[in-house]
């Protein structure tokens, strides 16, 4: 089981950056997959980026964020990260850190339901 802490949201104009992180507790980080989702008021919750157990080039990302969102992890310190750059509006959002149990080093979901558990959220808040 693990144990999943956001933090780093907050409040930028847009077109500015922000990174969001996400802390696991537990001794098996590095087996799990991990995701990250948002939600806006009033919307689904809906998926922004994955990454592999192993990281590095193994990574997906929604059409609405990629080339401006990274997802990477330091296995050695249990985080995972989302650096977002060129924030637009529509970035608002409560965004959620997701961790699935992964058999393989290098399968990644991009769907919400594969992923058991959850961090608490953190509010990303991007004016125009």
């Known amino acids: 089981q693990v144990q999943l802490v956001e933090s780093g949201g907050g409040s930028v104009q847009a077109g500015g950056s922000l990174r969001v992180s996400c802390a696991a507790s537990?001794?098996?980080?590095?087996?799990?997959?991990m995701g990250w989702f948002r939600q806006a008021t009033g919307k689904e919750r809906e998926f922004v980026a994955a990454?592999?157990?192993?990281?590095?080039?193994?990574?997906s990302y929604a059409d609405s964020v990629k080339g401006r969102f990274t997802i990477s992890r330091d296995n050695a310190k249990n985080t995972v990260y989302l650096q977002m750059n060129s924030l637009k509006s529509e970035d608002t959002a409560v965004y959620y850190c997701?961790?699935?149990?992964?058999?393989?080093?290098?399968?990644?979901?991009?769907?919400?339901?594969?992923?058991?558990?959850w961090g608490q959220g953190t509010q990303v808040t991007v004016s125009s």
């Open positions: 997701a961790a699935r149990w992964s058999p393989t080093l290098f399968s990644i979901s991009t769907t919400a339901r594969d992923y058991a558990y």
């Open positions: 537990g001794r098996t980080f590095s087996g799990y997959a």
């Open positions: 990454i592999s157990r192993t990281g590095g080039s193994t990574t």
